[in-house]
């Protein structure tokens, strides 16, 4: 290669590295104004609780009426 090509090299990888850290400070100052994580961790409870229900409700017998 010659050293043009090296220099293009480089400032492609250092633009690309610049690029990455900053889209991933953009996402984490995004998720935190929607509150992204905290809807996350709200819903694997919720789900936690609900299986919780389901399990609970799986050993008790079934009733044939309908209402």
Known sequence: MSQSND??????????????????I??????W?????????LQEAILVELKKINN????APKSNQNW
């Open 33 to 41: 104004y929607w509150k992204i994580n905290r809807h996350i961790e």
């Open 7 to 24: 220099n293009y090299l480089m400032l492609f990888l250092i633009i690309s590295a610049i690029w990455l850290v900053g889209f991933l």
């Open 56 to 59: 609970k409700d799986a050993g």
């Open 26 to 31: 953009f996402r984490h100052v995004v998720c």
